[in-house]
């Protein structure tokens, strides 16, 4: 047997009062009879005959008015909704979620904000916070990815771009009588993680300058040693 709560302030009620006892017991038997969202399918033979009445719909409609909201096969009553659940109804356990889903199914919710404001009635969209964590999984994952970007693509491993330039790189070793220009790679790579370039030709050139700028014999002792996504972890931590 569903329980549900009664106002004991309803005799005090100065609507309350101005009804007949017919309706005073009309209205209980609406509030007692509805679903959990406040919904009543309209049965008036049901409701005269429970109630020991004999009113019609227009009577209803007129005795009730400001308190039911006609939806064409059903009435609803928002009050019964506010009282029930007073906190509102953003919660996850599975009673407010049941009352949710029935104001969903019956295209209530732009009514229920209407009539009780967007904050008693907050629905998550599941399909879309999915997609917020997946995106903020992606995020996390991205920052803790070492990558440059060369165009729309991300670029982990930038040896096969400086590749296709190798006779221009080479030769730039040749003319300056400097170290090989390969083991330098994965320093540039650690301090330009993020950065975007246009094409290779941008990437080659922001190598370029960075092994120019290093002919004087500036270069970290464990180049060779360590990896650019560990150069890069070794950055973060410092």
Known sequence: MAKRFTDTEKWRDEWWGSLNNDYRMIWLYLVDSCSIAGIWKKDFRGLNFNC???????????????????????????????????????????????????????????????????????????????DRDKDKGKEKEKENRAFVIVGDEEILDPMPVLETFFLQLNGMVRENNNIAWRPIVPEWFAQHIGEEFSDGQHLKNSFKRYYMSKKEGKFKNNTTQLSAEELYKQGKKS
């Open 52 to 130: 020991n009445t004999n009113i019609s719909e227009s009577d209803f409609v007129k005795a009730l008015n400001g308190r039911v909201v006609d939806k064409g096969n059903y009435f609803f009553i928002p009050k019964f909704l506010q009282f029930q659940y007073p906190k509102g109804l953003n919660s996850n356990k599975p009673a407010i979620l049941a009352v949710v889903k029935e104001l969903k199914q019956n295209n209530l919710i732009q009514t229920v904000n209407q009539l009780l404001g967007n904050d008693y009635l907050i629905i998550k969209d599941k399909d879309k916070v999915k």
